[in-house]
């Protein structure tokens, strides 16, 4: 059996490399980040930790709301209409991010090897959803308070084969972790990445107005494909955390590669 000290270490590794792969910068400091550590430093149980995790989604989501809110308020009409439409399409998203989060972690939490560690580790990832998209908000936020927002990046004028490589990374890394999660897994996967791409695209429309890149045609393929290499990431490290830490009654499903 895994000590108490060996099992909070894995968490709190698994969890910074959770962040990490969201796209969190640790020195951003928000306050609602500060108060979900004084909570859990203020009862670092189980029990007490999954609370700080879900009071940190309410909160995440109460500054989401502002935030939205505040951005509307400033945008033009076309980009205002833009954005309404990218975040109707994250609501969805974020539910069946939920239940994708939910199938790998409680994969994991039934196999020989799991532990309440796993339970604690679902409320955090369920939260960052949140969390994630309250940041993106905000980054538009300052962007457009700080002046024009503009991208500065180069990209192609035309598609290339990485952009193509990337979308169907993600395409396969979505099925493979269908697959591995177990009963229900492909349907749950295939819903989650039906959702997310219209998130993606929604989102890129958006950016295409915001950052006036309208007509631009080699811009969306870019923005699109910088969101599938961040995605596929994510996905890689679901799938090697379940491949890693659940104790399989049966065949084990092939590694990637393998």
């Not at 792969?21 to 203020?42: K, S, T, W, Y």
């Not at 199938?103 to 409320?123: E, K, L, P, R």
């Not at 295939?190 to 007509?215: P, T």
């Not at 995605?231 to 393998?258: C, D, H, I, S």
Request: glycine share 8%; aromatic share 10%.
């Amino acid at each position: 059996m895994k000590s108490i000290d060996y099992g909070m270490r894995l968490f709190t590794a698994s969890l910074l490399m959770l962040l990490l792969l969201c796209g969190v910068a640790f020195a951003e400091n928000h306050p609602i980040d500060e108060q979900v550590e004084r909570c859990m430093d203020e009862d670092p149980s189980t029990s007490g930790m999954i609370d700080c995790a879900e009071e940190g989604e309410k909160l995440w989501d109460q500054e989401l709301n502002r935030v939205y809110k505040e951005l509307m308020g400033l945008l033009p009409k076309e980009g205002q209409e833009a954005l309404r439409t990218a975040q109707r399409a994250w609501i969805p998203w974020r539910d069946s991010e939920y239940r994708l989060n939910n199938g790998v972690y409680n994969a994991i939490y039934n196999s020989i090897d799991g532990g309440t560690m796993w339970v604690v580790q679902n409320a955090f990832a369920n939260m960052e959803v949140v969390r994630k998209r309250t940041l993106q908000l905000t980054d538009w936020l300052d962007e457009l308070k700080a002046g024009n927002p503009s991208y500065l990046h180069e990209y192609p004028a035309k598609q290339t084969d990485e952009q193509l490589e990337a979308a169907m990374r993600v395409k396969n890394d979505s099925a493979t972790l269908g697959k591995a999660i177990g009963e229900k897994g492909a349907d749950i996967a295939s819903k989650n990445l039906k959702a997310w791409e219209a998130l993606r695209n929604k989102d890129v429309q958006f950016m295409a107005v915001f950052y006036g890149k309208r007509g631009d045609k080699g811009f969306p393929l870019h923005a699109r494909m910088q969101m599938n290499v961040k995605r596929a990431e994510y996905l890689n490290y679901l799938y090697t955390t379940l491949m890693e830490q659940t104790v399989w009654f049966g065949p084990k499903p092939k590694q990637k590669g393998g």
